[in-house]
């Protein structure tokens, strides 16, 4: 687990969009496992400018995305489709039959359409690189706290705090969704690379728990310490409650100095 301090958040987007950049110059078919949510924000806003600047093709990029609010058509603002192609594919070359959104609008046969997105996954050779959010709950996509760490693609309900983070962008009146089709963490585990940021105190006794605190089903991205190959990306406040914050300072030295391909 490599974990990287950064002073603010403009320091993790461009990092992430490095990391991210230099995976599809050596592999241009990678496969990325995409996140939404407001972290994500900066990081998509420089991907889109270097895509500008000719320095990132897409073009042969296929992308999973984590999840998608249930009962959500594409056309809500508030759905992870609408924020997708909002942020992030309306500004790149991605190709249409190369995104893969988990679909808000199906209607029962729930395990069926779920199965049918892990094949696609599996049929696209996996994913090379999943980049993660984290809830203040410790979730990774919507796989609230109790979710089992070898748990699939499926229908999930959302937890109290994260209907409370969420109901701020419903307007007023709305009901905003209780479920959610979310990666399992098990299919999380099976990417290649995983990439996680979190900016801000909110998040910070999350991303505590996560990196030093015991395996869990209480917080679903302490599952991550099982996985080789992890990189958290943190600001200063969202690494405020670690511990062992000079270690992974030194650590980061060390990386620079030996494997250094490792950080960008
Ligand atoms: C979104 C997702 C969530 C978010 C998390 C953090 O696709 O999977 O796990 O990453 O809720 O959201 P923000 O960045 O809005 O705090």
């Known amino acids: 687990m490599l974990v990287i301090l950064k002073q603010d958040n403009e320091g993790i987007n461009l990092q992430a969009a490095q990391l991210i950049a230099s995976a599809v110059k050596k592999k241009p078919a990678t496969t990325l496992g995409l996140a939404t949510g407001s972290t994500m924000i900066g990081l998509y806003q420089h991907l889109a400018r270097m895509h500008k600047e ?133 299919t999380i585990l099976e990417a290649r690379k995983i990439l996680l940021l979190a900016t801000g105190e909110a998040k910070a006794e999350a991303v505590a728990k996560s990196i030093e605190g015991p395996i869990t089903c209480a917080v679903s991205a302490s599952a991550l310490q099982l996985h080789p190959d992890v990189t958290f990306l943190l600001d200063e406040p969202a690494a405020s409650k670690l511990t062992q914050r000079d270690y992974y300072h030194r650590v980061l030295e060390m990386t620079a100095l030996l494997t250094p391909e490792k950080l960008s």
Do not use: W
Not at 56 to 80: A, C, K, M, R
């Open 54 to 186: 000719g320095t990132i093709d897409f073009s042969q990029v296929v992308t999973f995305n984590l999840d998608e609010y249930l009962g959500l058509p594409p056309t809500h603002p508030q759905s992870f489709c609408h924020f997708m192609h909002e942020h992030f594919f309306r500004h790149v070359n991605v190709q249409a039959r190369n995104i893969h959104i988990p679909d808000g609008t199906i209607r029962g046969n729930y395990e069926q359409y779920c199965a049918s997105y892990e094949s696609a996954i599996q049929e696209g050779g996996g994913i090379d690189l999943q980049l993660l959010g984290i809830g203040r709950n410790g979730h990774i996509g919507f796989n609230e706290p109790t979710s089992s760490i070898a748990s699939r693609t499926r229908l999930k309900v959302l937890s109290r705090e994260t209907l409370d983070d969420n109901a701020k962008f419903f307007d007023p009146g709305e009901e905003s969704p209780r479920c959610a089709i979310t990666m399992g963490i098990g």
